[in-house]
């Protein structure tokens, strides 16, 4: 059964400390997203991966950087958390760039 | 930014029945779309999707319709089911994916 594995379900941090969400799939996928998903918005996109070492910009990247080092494994780094980052990540990847995303369970982050 | 709306944001229904879950899209070039499901603490789950060259497609229960010359999308769900109670969002894509804020369906036993 295909897989993307988000290794932080629920994590809670201060206000300035530097956040972490990995992410990785086992599906030999080219391309790798960020998104997060806030109520009344629907899932917005950070980043996104289409190759190793490969980045480019969402919707919304201010704040937030990634990594792409190996192909099977996507971060997103959050350099200094704040209150307004408060909110549901999703990672997700797909073979083609148009194709079906594949997502993972999901990181609910809380900024206090 | 693309706009890519649900009608109602709630919706209930009595087990057995059918839904119908609708969405509006604002790119009549985007060519490709996915319905999700994502129940209470877990991530979007692919449901079926249609590309712009088709304006039916059925899977198992689940029968999503395109009308391009009002750019909507449905999702029919046959004899509803508790299992079935989850938030939809379609998803539309074109160079990327837009996606929509959701229709949380509930089912009545």
């Not at chain 1, 629907?42 to 969402?58: A, H, N, Q, T």
């Not at chain 2, 009549?28 to 497609?57: L, T, V």
Request: net charge negative; aromatic share 12%; hydrophobic share 35%.
């Amino acid at each position: 059964d295909v897989k993307v594995t988000q290794s932080s379900r629920y994590l809670v941090k201060r206000t300035g400390e530097k956040v972490f969400l990995e992410c990785v799939q086992d599906m030999d996928h080219e391309n790798m997203f960020w998104y997060r998903q806030d109520p009344g918005l629907g899932l917005r996109l950070i980043y996104f991966s289409y190759d190793v070492k490969m980045k480019e910009k969402g919707d919304i990247p201010e704040g937030y950087s990634v990594s792409r080092e190996k192909k099977e494994r996507f971060s997103l780094i959050l350099e200094s958390a704040s209150t307004n980052q408060t909110s549901m990540y999703l990672c997700a990847s797909s073979f083609d760039y148009t194709g079906e995303l594949f997502f993972g369970e999901g990181s609910r982050l809380t900024v206090l | 930014g693309e706009s890519v709306g649900l009608h109602l944001p709630t919706l209930s229904v009595q087990e057995g029945d059918n839904s119908i879950i609708n969405c509006a899209y604002s790119n009549s070039a985007s060519d490709y779309f996915i319905w999700y499901k994502q129940e209470s603490g877990k991530g979007p789950q692919f449901i079926i999707d249609i590309r712009s060259n088709m304006d039916k497609r059925q899977g198992q229960r689940v029968t999503v319709l395109l009308n391009k010359t009002v750019k909507h999308l449905s999702l029919q769900i046959a004899a509803t089911q508790p299992g079935d109670s989850a938030v939809y969002f379609c998803a539309e894509n074109i160079n990327q994916f837009y996606f929509g804020t959701g229709t949380s369906l509930t089912v009545i036993p």
